[in-house]
């Protein structure tokens, strides 16, 4: 055999020395065409949900043995898939029969059409699984409106138009944006110590005791209102670490209306 061969076999089973990722979009785009959510590659490569929407945006780095992996991963994708490969959204997306003397519904009500006085839906506040993900991605794709999802999976009719919107299945939801909070003037505070004549913990790191505390509060159905008073917290630090932690609770349900990571979450 011709040596110039056997010197190119040795060279080619080292792998690459400096694995060089695409950009984030072509990460992004690969990851999608594969239909895998974020939480699945994460699962995937051993890292958490939130660390790898910073590493497919291009925010994160990792050590060369995690980057080798993602890199295999996305060759994978792109070695299995046509290139140009893009589904029907429109014929996998159905829409279910209507009587003639019906108007159909809209897929996507507002949060203005919602009925009053219905009881909570029963797994309000609790985290989602990649089980109830893909479930809801079927059952939407097959033509299912946001309120028989929201009844099949025991949830809120906003709190399932958020998911599909982070599933990239729907536009952004403006009208589920809840207004801005009023809250009772107070002096304005320029320093740290000022800020923490109102709340006693601004910008104090959070403990595990505290967080073990925190997620205790929330199962035990404590709101954001109470929480923010007993941990001397404003309430966007408090959603943000309702968030982080994964709580269940009704203050968790909250969070993720009130919006998470927003201006305030460190207090």
């Not at 997306?93 to 019906?102: L, V």
């Not at 599933?167 to 009208?175: H, K, R, V």
């Not at 959070?206 to 509060?217: G, K, M, Q």
Request: contains cysteine; glycine residues 8%; negative net charge.
């Amino acid at each position: 055999m011709d040596s110039r061969f056997t010197a190119q076999d040795n060279l080619l089973s080292e792998g690459p020395r400096s694995p060089q990722l695409p950009p984030p979009g072509e990460r992004q785009r690969l990851r999608e065409l594969w239909g895998a959510t974020l939480e699945e590659v994460a699962d995937a490569l051993g890292a958490e949900p939130e660390v790898m929407a910073e590493w497919e945006a291009g925010r994160h780095t990792a050590d060369l043995a995690d980057t080798y992996a993602y890199l295999r991963l996305l060759n994978a994708f792109r070695e299995q898939l046509p290139t140009a490969y893009e589904p029907d959204w429109a014929a996998l997306r159905k829409p279910p029969a209507t009587p003639a003397h019906a108007p159909a519904a809209p897929s996507i009500p507002t949060q203005a059409a919602a009925a009053h006085g219905k009881a909570k839906p029963p797994r309000r506040g609790a985290s989602w699984t990649l089980e109830e993900k893909d479930s809801l991605r079927a059952e939407f794709l097959a033509g299912a409106h946001v309120q028989e999802l929201a009844e099949s999976l025991g949830r809120s009719e906003r709190a399932v138009r958020w998911v599909l919107y982070h599933l990239g299945l729907i536009s952004f939801p403006a009208d589920d944006v809840p207004a801005p909070r009023v809250e009772p003037e107070k002096p304005k505070a320029y320093t740290v110590a000022e800020k923490r004549k109102v709340y006693p913990n601004a910008y104090e790191p959070w403990s595990a005791e505290d967080e073990r505390r925190l997620a205790e509060r929330c199962a035990q159905g404590a709101s954001l209102t109470e929480l923010s008073r007993e941990f001397g917290r404003n309430e966007g630090g408090i959603a943000s670490r309702l968030a982080k932690i994964n709580a269940e609770g009704p203050a968790a349900g909250e969070a993720w209306e009130y919006g998470g990571e927003g201006p305030g979450a460190a207090l």
